[in-house]
């Protein structure tokens, strides 16, 4: 097929197949623009002014068939020259106004970021048989197994039997028992009480043979391959490819329950970059699930290490580019110690000026809790970190991935909030339906494109002056609080963290604009530091572990003898690790660099 373009330089014909991806015209264009023109500056439109423009960039993985571009179609470009400098680009295409957008500045069509993930054009599909081909988390087989229900004791008042007997006043509740949840002030029910609760409305006892998948995640994009037999779309749609209108509504239940941090060092090491710097830090957390007995079947999520990957600090803000160098080196030395990444935990912190170490509060019940930005990354993370689930016909249901804020509370203090959001939340950002706004406490509805992007109808229900229960329609904006599923987090009496080794001696990693670096002396410093205590807090240190499995000294082997240290305190596998050649080849190359290693075995 022929494609005619017209630009300030002239006029071009390109030659192109229908399957071709965009990058392929992108290449061919070049071939005959002029010399100098900047590739990601073209745009496109299908009017010389005041029509319709796409960024061609923007169109990447997308072949020309599904534009909607056809044999002979006439388009028009405008673009930019590198040698133009400050004088600007060749004929820009007219600005949109858009002020409810983050930076409140006139935003080209083609510039529009859009908030859909990598996985946002993949169909969900069924699993056949999920119940039996599905490896689900650890934790969920353990509260399977679980009776769930809430024991009472005999009431004296109303209970007429013997000590032995039951009756309706004393039998066990169900784990999902609204007067229960109430009673408790437990504002979400436990995932697992969630699905006890919905399997037991879907699925009979006495019908073993006729079993379905209780959960169903949402899906707001358009289905492909429809069998009403029209055009995909954009050039077709019907009721049966065509996503229903959203209801937003609170989220009935919860992923994960409670977010423990073994140890409250992890907190003030994590804000110390904050103290030193004035900028704000984001970090990840690896840690496990275990049980929850506060809630019933509930899920407790267990922080034994913060990670700081490579980011740009500033007063209001970080930025991280995802995914982050290092990623999956850090998350094999995690396996190795048995834990995970569990969540995200950043700084919003501003001192309020009264030189007393107190800080502003900026979330609370009247502005918002997690902005709409920090929700749509929040989203972003969640559909990274997908929950296998046997219970789901897609086999996977939610995410278990958490998020937590480091801000000031109402009385000038520094405080930690945790939060997830809903599973409609994370479905909107997949299906590119919203994007954030200059207003934390709003999130805005996308407008919708012809080709790239089908927006349904969404609702809201809200109590209007009256007190009376209205139903909204979303557009453009509503209201964070639907998207937001409230945890508790806390820390244990007794803490008995997994790495000992004292807070604040190892560097963390990506510090040094703060004059903290990670080097050979920074092991030699903590291999000398036991002096009498246990040994094994020389190495039962996260960061130090990361920064070994960089330097790329010792094998598997030699590395997982170590984790086994650090993590189980285990001295019979110090023994065995400071034998191997990895070990003292460490040992070596500290002595040989001028640093003092230990002069005896650590072990």
Same mark, same amino acid.
């Given at each position: ?8 330089? %002239? ?7 229908? %399957? ?35 960024? /061609? ?20 470009? #405008? ?7 400050? @004088? ?21 069509? %083609? ?6 993930? @990598? ?8 699993? =056949? ?49 609204? =007067? ?48 009403? %037999? ?35 060092? /992890? ?41 700081? =990957? ?30 995970? @990444? ?6 919003? /912190? ?56 480091? #801000? ?66 979303? @557009? ?7 998207? /937001? ?35 050979? #002396? ?50 019979? #596998? ?30």
């Amino acid at each position: 097929m022929i494609l005619r373009f017209r630009s300030p330089d %002239g006029a071009y014909r390109i030659d192109v197949q229908p %399957g071709d991806d965009i990058s392929v015209l992108l290449e061919k264009l070049m071939a005959v623009l002029p010399v100098g023109v900047n590739p990601p500056s073209i745009v496109l439109s299908d009017q010389p002014h005041n029509g319709k423009t796409r960024l /061609l960039s923007g169109l990447g993985g997308v072949s020309i068939k599904d534009t909607g571009l056809k044999h002979g179609d006439l388009l028009f470009l #405008s673009y930019s020259k590198s040698e133009d400098g400050e @004088k600007g680009a060749v004929q820009q295409p007219s600005l949109q106004q858009s002020s409810g957008r983050l930076n409140g500045q006139a935003i080209r069509p %083609g510039e529009n970021i859009s908030l859909r993930s @990598k996985d946002s054009e993949d169909e969900l599909k069924k699993v =056949a048989n999920p119940w039996d081909t599905i490896t689900q988390d650890p934790i969920d087989n353990q509260l399977e197994k679980m009776d769930g229900k809430i024991a009472r004791g005999r009431d004296h008042k109303m209970c007429k039997h013997g000590t032995k007997g039951m009756c309706d006043y004393c039998m066990p509740l169900e784990p999902y028992d609204a =007067a229960y949840l109430v009673e408790k002030k437990i504002k979400h029910l436990s995932f697992h009480s969630y699905l006890r609760k919905i399997n037991t409305a879907t699925n009979k006892p006495e019908n073993p043979t006729s079993y379905i998948p209780p959960l169903t995640e949402p899906y707001f994009r358009v289905k492909k391959n429809c069998p009403s %037999g029209h055009a995909p779309w954009p050039d077709g749609i019907c009721a049966k490819c065509q996503p229903s209108a959203i209801t937003l509504k609170p989220q009935e239940f919860r992923m994960v329950d409670h977010v423990e941090f073994s140890d409250p060092g /992890l907190i003030d090491d994590f804000i110390n970059y904050w103290r030193a710097s004035g900028n704000q830090r984001i970090g990840y957390l690896y840690g496990r699930y275990v049980p929850y007995l506060e809630v019933p079947l509930g899920i407790k999520a267990v922080v034994e290490a913060i990670f700081e =990957a490579p980011q740009v600090g500033e007063s209001d803000g970080v930025t991280l580019s995802l995914p982050w160098e290092g990623e999956k080196s850090v998350d094999e030395v995690a396996a190795l110690c048995g834990l995970r @990444k569990i969540g995200v935990i950043f700084t919003d /912190l501003v001192d309020d000026g009264t030189g007393q170490g107190t800080v502003l509060c900026k979330r609370h019940r009247d502005s918002y809790f997690l902005s709409s930005l920090e929700i749509a990354f929040a989203a972003r993370l969640q559909a990274a970190h997908p929950n296998p689930c046997r219970w789901s016909e897609t086999g996977r249901f939610g995410s278990k991935f958490v998020t937590c804020v480091v #801000s000031g509370n109402d009385e000038g203090g520094i405080d930690v909030a945790s939060y997830q959001v809903s599973n409609t939340a994370v479905e909107m950002v997949r299906a590119d339906i919203v994007e954030a706004s200059a207003d934390p406490s709003v999130m805005l509805i996308r407008e919708e494109d012809d080709r790239a992007r089908y927006v349904p109808e969404v609702f809201y229900r809200r109590i209007n002056e009256y007190g009376a229960s209205v139903q909204e329609n979303a @557009k453009v904006s509503f209201p964070v609080d639907y998207l /937001l599923v409230t945890l508790t987090h806390g820390f244990p009496h007794n803490p008995d963290p997994m790495f000992i080794a004292p807070r604040g001696q190892f560097p963390v990693e990506n510090r040094e604009i703060i004059g903290q670096a990670q080097d050979l #002396s920074a092991i030699a410093k903590q291999l000398n530091s036991v002096n009498g205590r246990d040994p094994v807090q020389a190495v039962s240190d996260f960061h130090m572990l990361c920064f070994l499995h960089t330097m790329g000294i010792l094998d598997k082997n030699e590395e997982k003898l170590l984790a086994e240290v650090a993590s189980k305190h285990d001295v019979s #596998s110090g023994v065995a690790l400071q034998q191997t050649p990895g070990w003292q080849t460490l040992l070596t190359i500290l002595r040989e660099s001028g640093e003092r290693p230990p002069k005896h075995n650590l072990f």
